[in-house]
């Protein structure tokens, strides 16, 4: 199934707020999860596209060769992944075999192992499912549920294109099964949950989902796929492991070298510039002699999102003319994009547009990650994450720096 765009039919609405399905369709879609049910093992390659609420540009866009097989044993998702390059299939970049999972990364030569043995104080254990397991879940849950769903359909003579939307109190998302996921720290956002899945009439099959939430959105298309050629009894994840990479576990505190920003401590702070929401340049230099402090964020992290209300007030309470406070979003592609995620958060407070460039001279690997810099610009704290405790700890260290 090659992945050009189908044109499709204007929507017809089978129900609204009701899981009751028109004769016939409800009848299709469980063909189709039987189908799926058949699946014992499948090869294909996923292109995977993800979005920021409000920006149109594509955030993240890559293509992989993915292993899958069904996996009754594994009572998380119930199957393996192994996700190596669409070039290079012994390149491996995950893989998930129902005991841990294994995320490789190039620019340290570095293998996260997690098995799981870290509470994370979550109702299911965050791996993302592949494909066929993946939209087996979602028809599923269509066809048992009792919450309140509203289903669409439209498609031409090649193609069913089914839309989901899950009106409930909060977000569904699907690891294995639905779950409910927890109230954010934050409550402002649309819990309404969209799934949209796009069925080949030839195989009977799905070729395509996208799944639209308030903080995200996604997409994966998978092509050339092929059918029980392999068995689970012959996969080995740690087969796939590059050979002469550190292997290091997760909860593990011990740091290697590519993890050791320290060095930025006691030391000038990078410089800059960067274009703000309004358009305009800012540089690092125009602050001389300000205490400044930066948030590397993401319009795609909770943690982030949280902070907002603490840094509305925090730049209240300092004068601009000793004090001043930069939020550089790092993963929207272009301005618009950092400004509907401005508006989105109600921020009343400066965001940056930033740059690769800037991403490595701070050594910024996860987000939110706080640098406070003193009246010289020298670096004098750095922070990662974000929790309540950290309001404080900031505002000490502000007040200590402008004394």
């Known amino acids: 199934m090659k992945t050009a765009t189908i044109l499709l039919t204007t929507f017809i609405t089978l129900s609204a707020m009701s899981c009751s399905q028109p004769k016939g369709t409800k009848d299709y879609l469980k063909t189709v999860l039987d189908n799926l049910e058949e699946i014992q093992s499948a090869t294909y390659y996923s292109r995977v596209e993800t979005w ?5 540009a594509v955030v ?12 009754p044993s594994d009572t998380t998702i119930g199957a393996i992944e192994i996700q190596t390059s669409a070039d290079n299939h012994s390149h491996l970049y995950y893989a998930y075999d129902g005991k841990m999972k294994a995320s490789v990364f190039e620019e340290h030569k570095g293998i996260m192992i997690d098995s799981f043995k870290v509470d994370r104080n979550l109702p299911f254990r965050p791996v993302g ?3 066929y397991n993946y939209t087996k879940s979602i028809l599923r849950y269509i066809l048992t549920t ?6 669409e359909k439209r498609g031409n003579e090649n193609t069913f294109h089914l839309k989901l939307t899950i009106h409930e109190d909060r977000q ?3 690891f294995g099964r639905a ?3 927890p109230d954010p720290p934050f409550r402002d956002e649309d819990p309404t949950s969209r799934y949209e899945i796009w069925i080949d009439k030839k195989t009977n099959l799905p070729y395509k989902y996208r799944r639209e939430m308030s903080h995200n959105i996604s997409a994966e298309t998978v092509s050339d796929a092929t059918f029980n050629n392999n068995k689970i009894e012959d996969v080995d994840v740690t087969g796939y492991f590059p050979e002469g990479y550190e292997i290091r576990y997760y909860g593990d505190k011990k740091k290697t070298s590519g993890d050791d920003v320290d060095n930025l401590i006691g030391n000038p702070a990078p410089g800059w510039t960067l274009t703000q929401t309004d358009g305009q340049e800012i540089s690092l230099n125009n602050d001389k002699g300000k205490v400044v402090l930066l948030q590397f964020t993401s319009a795609g992290c909770g943690p982030c999102r949280a902070s907002v209300p603490f840094l509305n007030k925090l730049t209240q309470e300092y004068p601009n003319a000793d004090f001043v406070f930069y ?6 592609k272009n301005i618009s994009g950092v400004q509907a995620y401005k508006k989105r958060v109600n921020a009343g407070f400066n965001f940056l547009h930033g740059t690769e460039a800037v991403r490595d001279a701070y050594g910024i690997q996860a987000f939110p ?5 003193d009246k010289n610009h020298i670096v004098h704290k750095r922070i990662t994450g974000y929790q309540a405790s950290v309001d404080n700890e900031i505002r000490g260290l502000i007040h200590g720096l402008l004394k």
């Open 172 to 174: 569904v998302e699907f």
């Open 52 to 56: 920021h609420p409000g920006d149109t």
């Open 327 to 332: 939020a550089i979003e790092l993963t929207c």
């Open 146 to 151: 009792k919450d309140s769903i509203t289903l």
């Open 179 to 181: 779950y409910k996921i």
């Open 60 to 71: 993240y866009e890559l293509t992989y060769f993915i292993r899958e097989y069904d996996n």
């Open 369 to 373: 990650v706080f640098i406070l810099m």
């Open 129 to 131: 499912p592949p494909f």
